[in-house]
């Protein structure tokens, strides 16, 4: 059974970092295409950014500059490093892993971003 635990979430000033961390565990990390998501206050869920599992990474356009996503494989975890944070940013955000293809699709129970003053 695949389970995905995100942390760090919180309360952050404007311009403030965070890094979100998402704990993979129950098959085989390295064969995961992982993502964060992010669904704010009154809006759909939206993709964030995204590594395949060979490290090729994409970013959604309003956040490219501010936000980076790693993988370290042998941890078996997928990061979001968020700096320059805005209040629009506020979300809570949710890890994903899938194999592309197939019904191997996972979501993480999420984690709260609070930016405000």
């Known amino acids: 059974q695949v389970q995905l635990v995100e942390s760090g979430g919180g309360l952050v000033q404007p311009g403030g970092s965070l890094r979100l961390s998402c704990a993979f565990s129950?098959?085989?990390?390295?064969?995961?295409?992982m993502a964060w998501y992010r669904q704010r206050p009154g809006f759909a869920r939206e993709s964030v950014a995204s590594?395949?599992?060979?490290?090729?990474?994409d970013y959604a356009e309003y956040i490219k500059g501010r936000f980076t996503i790693s993988r370290d494989n042998a941890m078996s975890t997928v990061y979001l490093q968020m700096n320059n944070l805005k209040p629009e940013d506020t979300a809570v955000y949710y890890c994903?892993?899938?194999?592309?293809?197939?019904?191997?699709?996972?979501w993480g129970q999420g984690t709260q971003v609070t930016v405000s003053s």
């Open positions: 994903n892993g899938k194999i592309r293809d197939t019904s191997h699709d996972y």
């Open positions: 590594i395949t599992r060979g490290g090729v990474m």
């Open positions: 129950g098959r085989s990390f390295n064969i995961y295409d």
